[in-house]
């Protein structure tokens, strides 16, 4: 399975962005279908994913203002990002979860959010 995330830029506060996954390969056994963020000096955090029955779970920073939607015919995911603040900013992770539990990564996406 392969990842490759796009969509990161510069923006404003309070603009918007749309980030894509396109995954590609065997991925029959995903369970889960997300994105992670990083920003500088700290971890990879969840902030949003998607199950495979179209369940979805926000980290409560972004509740509101991110929305993540799968589209299976193309086999991409998508995170819309509005009303994005200087916290926001991170590099953006697509992140992908086997039955297994394995996890698998996309290259990362930097979005940066400043006036």
């Known amino acids: 399975v392969q990842l490759q995330a796009s969509g990161g830029s510069l923006v404003q506060p309070g603009g918007s962005l749309r980030l894509s996954c396109a995954v590609s390969?065997?991925?029959?056994?995903?369970?889960?279908l997300g994105w992670y963020r990083q920003a500088p000096g700290k971890q990879r955090d969840l902030v949003a994913r998607?199950?495979?029955?179209?369940?979805?779970n926000y980290v409560d920073s972004v509740k509101g203002r991110f929305t993540i939607s799968r589209d299976k015919g193309k086999n991409t995911v998508y995170l819309q990002m509005n009303s994005l603040k200087p916290e926001d900013t991170a590099v953006y992770y697509c992140?992908?979860?086997?039955?297994?539990?394995?996890?698998?990564w996309g290259q990362g996406t930097l979005v940066t959010v400043s006036s």
């Open positions: 992140n992908a979860r086997r039955s297994s539990g394995n996890d698998l």
């Open positions: 390969g065997s991925i029959f056994n995903l369970n889960y």
């Open positions: 998607i199950s495979n029955s179209g369940n979805r």
